[in-house]
């Protein structure tokens, strides 16, 4: 018996052989810049509590080109990865209901309605 095992060899570029690796590769990219929006957030909490002009300063920051252009990126990166994850979510979760399966569409149903309705709630509660 060998004591060395075998190891085979990965390329770099093994998730561009197939469109299923590649979309799976975007969505785990899409989550970087959902992390790094929730970074942008947790700067803004601390800028606000450092007072009137550091949160002014934060405002006019995110409100420059660059930062019209990041939010831009990070929301349709956003729509990407939700729409992909509910699309896989009767796959990750499946229900049973009295012994049945729940169908597919209603999860992602679900999911999308209850995706309008927190909008809705933070919409109508920022007065727009």
Same mark, same amino acid.
């Given at each position: 018996?060998? $004591?060395?095992?075998?190891?085979?060899?990965?390329e770099?570029?093994?998730?561009? #052989?197939?469109?299923r690796?590649?979309?799976?590769?975007? $969505?785990?990219?899409?989550?970087l810049?959902?992390?790094?929006?929730?970074? @942008?957030?947790? +700067?803004?909490?601390? $800028?606000?509590? #450092?007072? !009137?002009? =550091?949160?002014?300063?934060? +405002?006019?920051?995110?409100?420059s080109?660059?930062?019209?252009?990041? #939010?831009?990126i990070c929301?349709?990166? =956003?729509?990407? !990865?939700?729409?992909?994850?509910?699309? @896989?979510?009767?796959?990750?979760?499946?229900?049973?209901?009295?012994?049945?399966?729940?169908?597919?569409?209603?999860i992602?149903?679900?999911?999308?309605?209850?995706?309008?309705?927190?909008s809705?709630? +933070?919409?109508?509660g920022?007065g727009?």
């Open positions: 018996m060998s $004591r060395r095992p075998y190891l085979r060899k990965v770099r570029s093994w998730w561009l #052989q197939h469109p690796y590649i979309s799976y590769m975007i $969505r785990e990219l899409t989550s810049f959902v992390g790094l929006y929730c970074v @942008l957030l947790a +700067v803004g909490l601390v $800028r606000l509590s #450092q007072g !009137h002009s =550091a949160w002014d300063g934060f +405002v006019a920051n995110l409100s080109p660059l930062g019209i252009s990041f #939010q831009s929301l349709v990166f =956003a729509v990407y !990865h939700s729409v992909t994850w509910f699309a @896989l979510t009767p796959k990750a979760m499946p229900l049973m209901v009295k012994g049945e399966p729940v169908p597919g569409i209603a992602v149903g679900a999911h999308y309605v209850a995706w309008a309705v927190v809705a709630v +933070v919409l109508i920022a727009i």
